[in-house]
């Protein structure tokens, strides 16, 4: 009881990326609390699931395992999860911001009566004290997320109802196993007596899924382009440059609504976030909702011709120019020394 949780997504036998991330932080979560960590996996077919769920330090995972709970369906997984958690207890239950998570968090959260903050960046442990009412909350979950189109960032608790419950972005938070050898322990779940057959109302006659194309998070080298490339035909350097460094192009909101890039290579509060090796940002003020997708990256290389740039902030390099101009000196330069 008053343990954590973590809800974990599955695809074809293997877990979302999302769910390998939030089981990383779950662990550090449980460490500050002294707490067990446990994880909630629903699908079919998960004989040895639990190979890729304990090392990363996992104490106890919930499985439920039926042909009829894969695909993905919004009733009887909205079931096992209210249920478990009615059971258990949990103090804290972390989701995936994915489609899947923002359809199921807010209906579990809703039916417990408990909160839910939805795309968090980052999930801490601390104090707070309510002088007004002259109450001091101890170890709660700091759910911090952009507010307010990511002009600011907001912290949210939640110091009344259990679980705290938060969705979390994809790529902003690492992704580390604890022990290969880390050994939990494997509950099954009742299926037939926590789903009623009126949860399976709806089959599902065929499924189709587009894999993008564009692979940004996988990249080690991100070059992104802002609205000052100036035009599509400037932007198109950038996936020249990206040949020559075998990168990938991302773009900005700002050139995405301009219609410089698609969507896919958007990165940011509301795009994906990247975690490169080396990020070359041309022409991107780099404004909040940006950064918050990309500044975790290991190298920053900014270009542009504010000196007063934000981005230049948290940029390990800065070059102030014209993108034009300086984009094809790196091409030549680069292509020249690699020969």
Known sequence: ?????????????????????LLTKGRKLADTLKCKLEAVVIGAGLQGIENQIFPFGVDILHLADDSRLYPYQTLPHTSIVVKLFEQEKPQIALMGATSIGRDLGPRVSSALHSGLTADCTSLEIGDHEDKKAGMHYKDLLFQIRPAFGGNIIATIINPDCRPQMATVREGVMKKEILDPDYKGEVRTIDVEKWVSSEDFVVSIIDRHI??????LKGAPIVIAGGYGMGSRENFNLLYDLAEVLGGEVGASRAAVDAGYASHERQ??????????????????????????GMEESSQIIAINTDPEAPINAVADYV????????IPKMIKFYRKNTK
């Open 1 to 21: 009881m008053n343990n954590i949780f973590v809800y974990c997504e599955i695809e074809d036998g293997v877990l979302a990326e999302v769910s390998l991330e």
């Open 267 to 292: 990165i940011g509060q509301t795009g994906v976030t990247v975690r490169p090796k080396l990020y070359i940002a041309c022409g991107i003020s780099g404004q909040i909702q940006h950064r918050a």
């Open 319 to 326: 070059i102030t120019g014209d993108v034009a101009e300086i």
């Open 210 to 215: 587009e894999q993008s194309k564009v692979n």
